[in-house]
Antibody, heavy 124, light 107 residues
């Protein structure tokens, strides 16, 4: 059974960048989509973006366009999410999650496997 | 831009009672593109329902989903102690969108 293991907590200064990793263990995610979802303290879930590893194509929520880069390293079954120009509003737990992908309609499906979450704190 | 609104914000019930959670969409959502998740404090979300009404693997049959168009419902037939949590609806497709969540708390 595949598990998604994320990198450890990060503390960053405003204006800097953070890169969070998500490694698949016990299986591959090449035929799935990997999405990133964040949750600010005490708040709900917010989609950041996603990637289709088999194609290497990524897209992101409009809110994060120009600020987020999602990439994949097939050799290590790892997906990365880099967020730049950090502000205190980016303080959140960032989750990666695996879901299906409809290759005919080019649409994401629901996410059935989640990473444990990575806390990113932005503070001066 | 489509918005998902969940109601109520908080539901106070006792174990054994029935819980009915609503998810309203500002425009029509395909019933094949609606999911429900459960999240407990300090944990990642857990997929309960996809395609509006299909239970994910390992999900007990006390959880059921229904609805179409702009109105969707998650029903927990008899609350177990482990069911007290926050529940989110989600529309998936070319992008992903979550509702604001409903907290089910012990009365």
């Amino acid at each position: 059974q595949v598990q998604l293991v994320q990198s450890g907590a990060e503390v960053k200064k405003p204006g800097s960048s953070v890169k969070v990793s998500c490694k698949a263990s016990g299986g591959s995610f090449s035929s799935y989509a990997i999405t990133w979802v964040r949750q600010a303290p005490g708040q709900g879930l917010e989609w950041v973006g996603g990637i289709i590893p088999v194609f290497g194509t990524a897209n992101e929520a409009q809110k994060f366009q120009g600020r987020v880069t999602i990439s994949t390293d097939d050799s290590t079954s790892t997906v990365y999410m880099e967020l730049t120009s950090l502000s205190s509003d980016d303080t959140a737990v960032y989750f990666c999650a695996r879901g299906g992908y409809d290759y005919i309609r080019w649409t994401y499906n629901a996410m059935d496997v989640w990473g444990q979450g990575t806390t990113v704190t932005v503070s001066s | 831009e489509i918005v998902l609104t969940q109601s109520p914000g908080t539901l106070s019930l006792s174990p054994g009672e029935r819980a009915t959670l609503s998810c309203w969409a500002s425009e029509s959502v395909s019933s094949t593109s609606l999911a429900w998740y459960q999240q407990k404090p300090g944990q990642a979300p857990r997929l309960l329902i996809y395609g509006s009404s299909t239970r994910a693997a390992g999900i007990p049959d006390r959880f059921s989903g229904s609805g179409s168009g702009t109105e969707f419902t998650l029903t927990i037939s008899r609350l177990e102690p482990e069911d007290f949590a926050v529940y989110y609806c989600q529309r998936y497709g070319r992008s992903l969108l979550f509702g604001g969540g409903t907290k089910v708390e012990i009365k």
